[in-house]
């Protein structure tokens, strides 16, 4: 038994930016109840980064509330369109990558998924199963549908085209690939982030094209990352990740900016509106609210045991100075010190805290770096490995050093 068409349009449209059109939508919700037929709803994944974050997984939150009003949830995993790679949102070419690469980030997709779908439920869909059996022909065919004139009304391009920055052809066929998914599927809507907005837009002239209903075009916002300033990414490092621990969850939703809790709660929470209203009263503490707000989403993906013991060892670290349950045990091979001391640079790489020399040196002058509770703000210090050495970097990292 399917809710009542306007239940749905609330839970359908909380965190919607785009619907194309919200009248097409209606009409074919009241469909759905009227022949007992539930609507197939289609978000296509394209796995070209191993890990979800809660910035995309919004649109993945979105499914499945379609899928708890008893609609049908169809998850593309696009390891074809992927080796082409998405333009949305780029200022450049995207690499191309490899088929293999993108068949191992689909397994982790698709665990990860798996944490907000009902995956028993779940149509599950590669898109290589009809792209890979394409003749060069039929490429020709559906490139015919669409005109350069058009393809450049996509923002990324326009920019890109006005700077002089290289487009390439393999580019405008991407919105097309997605759009024939919508028509192999026989999608009824499909979701996206507002940067997907226009491949969404040629699902609907494609299907048209091929005589069909088209589809319901649906975005959700783009959530900015922990630094407040660029859209959450894991290339960026501003990320939260749906699996990561719960102190590291924690840690980094109680950094972002104020001004962006309202809409972390909004998009990556279940609280209602009425709820997020109350905790950002102007009465209430911003600090209060932050932790509402951790809690919620550490709650979201682990559970509320989780949320609560992560928010006392932070009390516990931040308000009373003590150290975390449990720090990480790191060996240090004795070959990699000279004269019996370390490199303190060195030993941010090979405690996974930085990436390059340049990257560990910027953490050092930066201050955030200490050694048992003492900053260390010389790069070119050499250290040596003492009994009980605990090294920190940033508010929420820590190491306990042993030599090996």
């Not at 293999?100 to 397994?107: L, Q, T």
Request: with cysteine.
């Amino acid at each position: 038994m399917f809710k009542d068409v306007d239940e749905q349009l609330e839970i359908i449209l909380r965190g919607t930016v785009d619907i194309v059109t919200k009248e097409e939508l209606t009409n074919k919700i009241k469909k759905s109840i009227k022949e007992n037929k539930p609507l197939r709803v289609k978000l296509g994944l394209d796995p070209t980064a191993p890990d979800i974050h809660i910035g995309n997984a919004i649109p993945i939150h979105k499914l499945r509330a379609f899928q708890s009003l008893g609609h049908t949830a169809i998850l593309i995993i696009g390891d074809y369109t992927a080796t082409v790679g998405d333009p949305s949102g780029a200022n450049k070419t995207r690499p191309m990558l490899s088929h293999e690469k993108v068949m191992e980030n689909a397994k982790t997709y698709l665990s990860q998924a798996g944490k907000i779908l009902d995956m028993n439920k779940t149509e599950i869909v590669y898109n290589s199963k009809w792209f890979e059996k394409m003749t060069f022909s039929e490429v020709i065919k559906l490139a015919a549908k669409m005109t350069v004139a058009r393809m450049i009304e996509r923002d990324d391009f326009t920019k890109r085209y006005k700077a002089g920055i290289p487009i390439s052809v393999n580019e405008f066929i991407y919105p097309l690939m997605q759009g024939y998914d919508s028509i192999m599927v026989k999608s009824d809507v499909e979701l996206g982030g507002t940067d997907q907005l226009f491949n969404l837009l040629v699902g609907r002239d494609l299907q048209r094209d091929e005589g069909m209903e088209p589809q319901i075009a649906l975005t959700t916002a783009l959530l900015e990352g922990i630094d407040g300033n660029k859209k959450m990414s894991k290339s960026l490092g501003n990320y939260i990740g749906i699996t990561e621990s719960t102190k590291e969850m924690f840690g980094k939703v109680m950094s972002i900016p104020d001004n962006l809790m309202r809409k972390y709660f909004e998009l990556a929470t279940d609280l209602s509106v009425s709820e997020i209203n109350q905790l950002l009263d102007v009465h209430t503490h911003p600090r209060t609210a932050k932790v509402a707000l951790a809690k919620s989403i550490v709650r979201r993906y682990h559970s509320a045991g989780d949320a609560d013991s992560a928010a006392e060892e932070f009390d516990r670290i931040f308000k009373e100075g003590a150290l975390p349950d449990e720090i990480p045990e790191v060996q240090i091979p004795a070959s990699e010190l000279t004269d019996g001391k370390i490199w303190i640079v060195k030993l941010l790489i090979l405690c996974g805290f930085a990436a390059t020399n340049g990257e560990a040196r910027r953490l050092i002058q930066q201050g955030g770096v200490s050694i048992n509770n003492e900053t260390v703000n010389d790069p070119a210090l050499n250290i040596e490995i003492k009994p009980d050495m605990i090294l920190k970097v940033g508010k929420r990292r820590f190491a306990r050093i042993v030599l090996r």
